[in-house]
């Protein structure tokens, strides 16, 4: 049986790629900012060095401008032997290529500092000036030795800096061409790029005579192998006459601005690229000539975007179709540069950018898009309650996953404002109806001007035939608001204490221990073993107990009562809420419920969008839940990060990934292959299913440790790590304690 297991283990490492075993520092980062030196004409990058040009000369280039004149940088650890540190680095920074070529430090050289530090590693020189280019590269000694230097990175400053500021990428443009080209009839021609994207088009049509009119349309949808001129909701459509000339000309088809999502709230695409619209098909009517694939070229917008930074695959093709789409989404709706709602309205909401940054995190190696969501949302609110009180996870999350405090150090006022606690009432709990939220003061200190309330999920059972409430009965205390609340307050006493606010976080603690009590005593019904939704409701609702086992309230001896509860209900929520819900269902260890939710197959369940034909997710389960819905909605994509740190089980235990978990709930599958970016870099996870037990494989990067629990389906009767028999020990879950493990790849086999 142990040869088995071994061999099946022995096989994965043989088919897998290891380390590369560099000897210089990678992944380099200024402000949290990929590949910085990188310029782009009208979104297309070009061969163009920065360093090549001469003052003046990048002006007529995009860039990534950093805006802070003491940002951090960021490294990857080369590897070395298993359990690779780093125990000291050396940065150094210049302001011309002949004195980086010679790693210098003109500008600033740290020195060499005894430190483990490789992420959020802060600039110490004189304040950076305003546009002007730099050059940086480090080096560092392992317990393995000194490495060499990194490659020179070149970065460019704004026009105006700020000792800290949110720096990003320019939006770029990639040229993709048709997937098929069907000739439906002599005078028309159906063309499918495959998949959707923000994007225009340019056509180039040849033909024999002036001024004859053809008309193209574009779109979304299609329906018996044509376009769907009449969509639902507000899935896209548009048609154009387009005047022929005599000859060979190019035809760009740019998309007209829509009044909604042009409007003073919506951002807009920078004037240096074309209006974009979401374009999966064309159709060109009227036009009897020969179309080449090279001749319809569509013009995508996003922000720069590596789709091979992460990869899952498993046994279930279900589950693995629901990934592909999910992670595509995080790229295809990235065409804005900060996370939006989708087509319709072109807004930044804070639910929408709560899941589509841990998606973000967990599909790509890039942090300042999340950043400056963040930052943004920050000075623009939006109206539901509870996401007001979400700025405080999403600005937690970007702490965790990169390590670097500049956001919450630079906020923490109005984070602290956000939660809400001008809202509380005698009974400790939080409300929004009475005129508290009508008050200049607090209006003021969230910078919202208008009137806040509950939202519990969205479209509400009230407002439209199909809602996704699960007929939640709102009161003047909620238990979904209240449990927002309770996290928000949490996670700003941990802010308080990160940046040497002790008084706040003494003050705090009081607070979520005080909440904590009342939240129980008040909301939860001991006899039934649920959450009500509200003081004085007696409804019992998916969302009043999902919530607050995702958001840390329920204690220990009820979760089983509340999972129960949970897995009698199903779905019966939106797209948004299934992220929490998703979140509930794996933090009380049920990884085969949750496998079971991800690969529903009917109308309520991420397949259904596949099923579809769907390339983008939706902002519903099924055009049926919601009248104006649209299809390209990054807040349906929350299996992108739920996969990763749940199934996968890749999860950041201390800020910028000094400690990890990895910890699969793979539930039936027989195997998974996945590879999850850190900033630390990537964490690879192999298991593969044989009699009686399993074979895993798992990378660690440099640099970091992690703290590895496998699964364990019945009594574990042997262990072997890299070959050698260790002692067997249980979790409190029942699953397999492997213990700490250092960087490096380890080979388990596990029988029963």
Known sequence: MRSLLLG?????????????WAQ???????????EAGVLYQ???????????????????????????????????????KVATWQKSYEIAVDDNWDDALLHKGGVWHSGRVKSAQSTAVEYGGEELQADKTYYWSVRVTTNGGRSEWSDIQVFHTAQSLKPYAVSYRPLMREKEYPKTITRIDEQTTFIDFGKASFASLELTLEYDKEQDTIFVAIGEDALNGRVNPKPHGTVRYYRYPLVLRKGRHNYPIIPADDKRNTGPQAVLVPDYLNQVAPIRYCQIDGYNGKIESQDIVRHTTVYPFDLSAARFYSSNKVLNKVWELCKYTIKATSAFGVYVDGDRERIPYEADALINQLCHYTTDREYAMARRTSEYLLEHPTWP???????????????????????????????????LLLLKRENGLISTTDDKVKSLEFRNSIRFGGNIRDIVDWPRCGDWPHGEDDHYHLTDYNTVVNAFHYRALVLLQQMATLIGKEDDAEQLKEECQTLRSVFNQLLFDEEKGVYRDGVDSEHISLHANLFPLALGL????????????????GLVCSVYAAQFLMDAIYQSGDGDYGLKMLT????????????????????????????????????????????PRWVVGVRPLEAGWGKMV???????????????????????????????????????????EAQVVLPAKSEVKELRINGKKRAIRYAENGDLDCGTMGSGDYLFSVSY
């Open 600 to 643: 529903k197959e009917d109308e309520r369940g991420w397949y259904n969008m596949v099923r579809h034909n769907a390339t983008i997710t939706y902002e519903a389960w099924d055009d049926k839940f919601k009248n104006n819905q649209d299809w390209n909605h990054a807040w349906g994509a929350a299996p992108a990060n739920i996969i």
């Open 8 to 20: 099946s283990a022995l096989f994965l490492l043989s088919i897998l790629p290891s380390h590369s």
């Open 385 to 419: 309650t509870e996401w007001i009180l979400q700025a405080l996870i999403i600005a937690w999350n970007d702490y965790l996953y990169t390590g670097d405090k500049r956001s919450i150090e630079a906020n923490y006022d109005i984070l602290k404002a956000r939660t």
């Open 554 to 569: 329920v204690e220990e001896e009820n979760v089983p009562r509340v999972m129960e509860y949970i897995r009698s209900r």
């Open 662 to 704: 990895i910890a699969p709930q793979i539930g039936n599958l027989k195997f998974i292959s996945a590879a999850v970016p850190t900033i630390k870099g990537e964490v690879k996870v192999d298991i593969n299913s044989a009699l009686n037990g399993y074979g895993a494989r798992i990378s660690i990067p440099s640099n970091t």
């Open 42 to 80: 009208k979104g297309y990058p070009v061969d163009v060095k920065m360093q090549d040009l001469n003052d003046g000369e990048i002006d007529n280039y995009q860039f990534a401008e950093i805006r802070s004149s003491r940002p951090t940088f960021c490294w990857i650890v080369p590897q070395g």
């Open 24 to 34: 210089k520092p990678s992944g380099l980062m200024v402000d949290l900012v990929k």
